[in-house]
């Protein structure tokens, strides 16, 4: 995967490659977009993908220790931060992600890249997932854990990535995520949430 701490925004390169994949982010960014309609997932459908992903049985509590949104970005406990958000959407509490277009010289990449962080409150195991959905998206997360994905074939899908977490009280967890379209050119990924939950021994 590109490092998208390092790497260079495809936008700097004069190339014509890089140029039009520009040209087709901005055109993408001036289109009236209605957003998706969202409902929060079930919790028996998110420890069911939990326990999928995880290979482990997956048993939430009742309430998350962090919940990130667009209306609610930071927390005592967390934040997330945004390198070139498509749209900061408090109306629908979603934020909008360009999906991530490489250019023609490695390490050039344009699009949106989430920058996270969270603090475990004690010893344990925590489930990291991040809600979101867009058409022919895959959504990324990277962390202690490498890469973990998932895909929504149409915005009418509610998509969840999952990764686990093993902290100590007072230490910060930092991932990044970002999405990629399906064609590997422009795209919206929609980020609903990010919720921490601390696991049961």
Not at 47 to 64: D, G, T, Y
Request: hydrophobic share 40%; with cysteine.
């Amino acid at each position: 995967m590109t490092d998208l701490t390092t790497a260079t925004p495809a936008a700097s390169s004069k190339s014509k490659t890089s140029i039009d994949h520009t040209l087709n982010l901005a055109e993408l960014k001036e289109r009236t977009v209605e957003p998706p309609r969202m409902e929060p997932m079930p919790r028996a459908s998110l420890s069911a993908i939990a326990a999928a992903n995880l290979k482990r049985k997956i048993v939430l509590p009742k309430a998350e220790v962090l919940k990130l949104t667009a209306r609610h970005p930071y927390d005592p406990a967390g934040l997330m931060d945004f390198y070139q958000p498509g749209r900061w959407d408090s109306t629908s509490d979603l934020v909008f992600m360009s999906s991530i277009v490489t250019g023609p010289e490695p390490g050039m990449w344009d699009g949106t890249a989430g920058y996270v962080q969270c603090a475990a409150p004690a010893d344990g195991d925590y489930l990291i997932v991040v809600h979101f959905t867009g058409y022919q998206q895959t959504m990324r997360i990277d962390g202690p854990w490498g890469t973990a994905t998932g895909h929504t074939a149409s915005t009418s899908d509610a998509g969840a990535v999952t990764a686990l977490w093993t902290g100590t009280a007072g230490t910060t967890l930092y991932f990044t995520m970002n999405c990629v379209s399906d064609d590997g050119y422009a795209g919206i990924g929609y980020l609903q949430s990010i919720e921490m939950f601390a696991l049961p021994f």
